[in-house]
C-alpha cells in the first residue's frame, strides 16, 4: 500500500493545529527539521515536535537536516517524534549508526536520508538497521522545487536491495511530489510519498491524499 506524508513545511505555520487536522486521512505527518548549517534554511526544532504531538493520532515523521544529529534524536523521539531519519551526509559513519541506536533504543523507528549528489550505495551501511529510507527528489532546505526525475534510478537501485535482503524498510520519496510524479515514484519502488504543495495547495485535501495514493 502507498503511504502519504503530507509536509507541514506547506502548511500555515500560524495555524498548524488545524492544517494538521486537515491531513487527518494521510498516514503520515511529515516534519522537516532544518538548522541553517546542513541546509541554509531554519525551520522548527524539538518544541514545536513537542506541542504538535498531542494534535494529531498520525505518526510523526521528522526528516533531520541537521548537522550532527546524534546529538539531538533522542530529544526528538522524547518529543513525540515516531520516525526519526538523518543524513548520510551529516555526520561520519559511526555516529550515524550511534544515531539509529539510539532512536531505536527509544523505540522509535529510524532511518537514513540521501541528498540528490549523494550515490545509492551510500546507504548500504546502515540498510539492515533502518525502518524507512529517504531519497530526496529536490534539493533538502526548501519547499515548492522541481521534482527530479534523475532520481528514480536511484529509488529503483535502493528498492533491489531492500527486496533482496527480505527487509520491512520502508521507501520514501521528498521533492516535487505530485499527481503528475508519483507513478514515476511508485514505479521504481518507493512506497511512501511526502508532499506539500501538492496536498495543502489542493481544494480538497482528502480528495488529494486519495488520489495520491493512488
Known amino acids: 500500500m502507498i503511504k502519504i506524508a503530507p509536509s507541514i513545511l506547506s502548511a500555515d505555520f ?13 498516514d503520515y505527518v511529515h516534519v522537516d527539521v532544518m538548522d541553517g548549517l546542513f541546509v541554509p534554511n531554519i525551520t522548527i526544532g524539538i518544541p514545536v515536535v513537542k506541542a504538535l504531538r498531542p494534535t494529531t493520532s498520525l505518526p510523526l515523521d521528522v526528516h533531520l537536516m541537521i548537522e550532527r544529529p546524534v546529538r539531538y534524536v533522542e530529544q526528538f523521539c522524547d518529543a513525540g517524534a515516531d520516525i526519526v531519519t538523518c543524513h548520510v551526509e551529516s555526520d561520519s559513519e559511526e555516529n550515524i549508526r550511534a544515531a539509529l541506536t539510539k532512536i531505536h533504543a527509544k523505540g522509535k523507528k529510524a532511518g537514513v536520508v540521501v541528498k ?8 548500504l551501511p546502515f540498510l539492515n538497521e533502518c525502518d524507512m529510507v529517504l531519497v530526496m527528489t529536490v534539493e533538502p532546505g526548501f519547499g515548492g522545487q522541481s521534482f527530479m526525475a534523475d532520481m528514480m534510478p536511484k529509488v529503483a537501485q ?7 535482503r527480505t527487509l520491512t524498510c520502508e521507501l520514501e520519496v521528498d521533492g516535487g511530489v505530485a499527481i503528475q510524479t508519483r507513478d514515476a515514484c511508485v514505479n521504481a519502488g518507493a512506497n511512501v510519498l511526502v508532499a506539500g504543495s501538492a496536498v ?3 481544494e480538497d485535501i482528502p480528495a488529494r491524499i486519495k488520489e495520491l495514493r493512488g
Open 14 to 26: 500560524a495555524n498548524l493545529e488545524r492544517d494538521i487536522r486537515k491531513i487527518a486521512s494521510a
Open 200 to 202: 495543502y495547495g489542493a
Open 158 to 164: 535502493i528498492r533491489a536491495w531492500i527486496d533482496e
Open 116 to 123: 540528490p549528489k549523494t550515490p545509492a550505495e551510500a546507504v
